[in-house]
């Protein structure tokens, strides 16, 4: 698979590369980058597209949609979330922010009852064990009954204005505790 940056060089504003360079990018033993932007968009790309070649796609197509993410963060029409900026490519591979677990009202139906979700609640709490044996920062929030998109005003019934405006809050103060030298703001009343 092609690792290697798909294009010529990407062209970001120099506050984008000071948030790469302090968040995203591959460091060293010392702690600096070892990796360029178009580096880190290659290695995205090329993770995000390798699993097409375990439901057939060819090696030339595997390639040629690497090259498509590539382009289409290149371009700046999508950025992935932090966690795959972060972990594509690398040992824990974790790409997601968020993990919504489904119960229903069975013990077991081999998909979201009740044991079926013990059990990935289980294999989360592992992974989070896993990101602090590594001293990965991270933080875990719980929101009992807040659902998936609870924190998205447009999601109707979803939605829950407590719950929204305190994960608002933690995200603000976790960006100014590592994007910053200044403190977070304090969350507007939403």
């Not at 790469?20 to 070892?34: A, H, V």
């Not at 597209?49 to 390639?63: F, L, Q, T």
């Not at 896993?130 to 998205?152: C, D, Q, S």
Request: aromatic share 8%.
């Amino acid at each position: 698979m092609n690792t290697s940056p798909v294009r010529g060089a990407v062209e970001l504003s120099p506050n984008a590369i000071t948030v790469l360079e302090k968040r995203y990018l591959l460091k060293d033993d010392t702690g600096r980058p070892c990796e360029k932007a178009e580096d880190l968009f290659a290695r995205v790309a090329s993770t995000i597209a390798a699993p097409d070649a375990k439901y057939g796609a060819s090696a030339g197509a595997v390639d040629a949609l690497a090259d498509a993410f590539y382009e289409v963060m290149a371009k700046r029409l999508f950025m992935p979330n932090s966690p795959t900026l972060m972990n594509a490519g690398r040992p824990l591979g974790q790409l997601s922010a968020c993990f919504v677990l489904p119960v229903d009202d069975t013990l077991s139906n081999g998909k979201s009852g009740i044991y079926d979700t013990l059990r990935a609640m289980a294999l989360v709490h592992q992974f989070v064990n896993a990101l602090a044996e590594a001293r990965v920062k991270h933080e875990v929030h719980t929101y009992p009954g807040a659902g998936h998109a609870f924190a998205n005003p447009s999601g109707g019934s979803r939605y829950k204005p407590d719950a929204a405006r305190d994960a608002w809050q933690k995200t603000l103060v976790f960006l100014g505790r590592y994007l910053s030298k200044q403190k977070a703001p304090a969350a507007a009343g939403r």
